[in-house]
Nanobody, 122 residues
Framework: QVQLVESGGGLVQAGGSLRLSCAAS????????MGWFRQAPGKEREYVAR????????IYADSVKGRFTISRDNAKNTVYLQMNSLKPEDTAVYYC???????????????WGQGTQVTVSS
């Protein structure tokens, strides 16, 4: 089992920045690819970004490319999502997820956090 706990969400004005963290415990963190997803009210869960087990490869959704950066620190068992130039449409609950290889869809992940709310005001 892998337990994931997100933090760092909050209320920010459009154009501002937030940094989300996801702390993992349980099995060896570096054995898992990590992903960030988000879900706005009334919408399906949406892929945001993912990072390989070593951190060498990162892939972003078009909607966040150039504004968000995913990174990980395997020594600290933590994955991050730096979000810059935030827009009201980025408002959602953000979830981190862990899986053996990761993917652009939820099916590639075995473990999920509880989520952290991000609200961007206009």
């Amino acid at each position: 089992q892998v337990q994931l706990v997100e933090s760092g969400g909050g209320l920010v004005q459009a154009g501002g920045s937030l940094r989300l963290s996801c702390a993992a415990s349980g099995r060896t963190f570096s054995n898992y690819a990590m992903g960030w997803f988000r879900q706005a009210p009334g919408k399906e869960r949406e892929y945001v970004a993912r990072i390989s087990r070593s951190g060498a490869t990162t892939i972003y959704a078009d909607s966040v490319k150039g504004r968000f950066t995913i990174s990980r620190d395997n020594a600290k068992n933590t994955v991050y999502l730096q979000m810059n130039s935030l827009k009201p449409e980025d408002t959602a609950v953000y979830y981190c997820a862990a899986g053996p290889v990761g993917s652009a869809g939820p099916v590639g992940y075995n473990y999920w956090g509880q989520g952290t709310q991000v609200t961007v005001s206009s």
